[in-house]
């Protein structure tokens, strides 16, 4: 089993800047890609990005390429978002995702979900 536990949410005006984070606990050896998706009120679950055990694959999605930056930490258990020029179709629940498989797969374990609100 593992634990996903996201923070860093929040409103923030358009143009503006937040970072979330997620830290991992558990089963390590199920803690393979880190992954961030985002689902807004009327959008299906889409993945943000992405990032591979070592990290040194890295995906994102086309809309936030050149805005959004994923980094992971040395321990492999924790991954941020970076997130600049947000825009109002930022605003959405951003969750925190993993499992045993790289980053062109969605993993099994899911975090609770932070908000995340950019206004005009």
């Known amino acids: 089993q593992v634990q996903l536990v996201e923070s860093g949410g929040g409103a923030v005006q358009a143009g503006g800047s937040l970072t979330l984070s997620c830290v991992a606990s558990?089963?390590?050896?199920?803690?393979?890609?880190l992954s961030w998706y985002r689902q807004g009120p009327k959008n299906e679950r889409e993945l943000v990005a992405s990032?591979?055990?070592?990290?040194?694959?890295?995906k994102y999605a086309d809309s936030v390429k050149g805005r959004f930056t994923i980094s992971r930490g040395s321990d492999g258990k924790t991954v941020r978002l970076r997130m600049d020029n947000l825009r109002e179709e930022d605003t959405a629940m951003y969750y925190c995702?993993?499992?045993?498989?790289?980053?062109?797969?969605?993993?099994?374990?899911w975090g609770q979900g932070t908000q995340v609100t950019v206004f005009s």
């Open positions: 995702n993993t499992g045993p498989l790289g980053v062109n797969f969605v993993g099994e374990y």
């Open positions: 990032i591979g055990r070592r990290g040194h694959e890295i």
């Open positions: 558990g089963n390590a050896f199920s803690v393979n890609a």
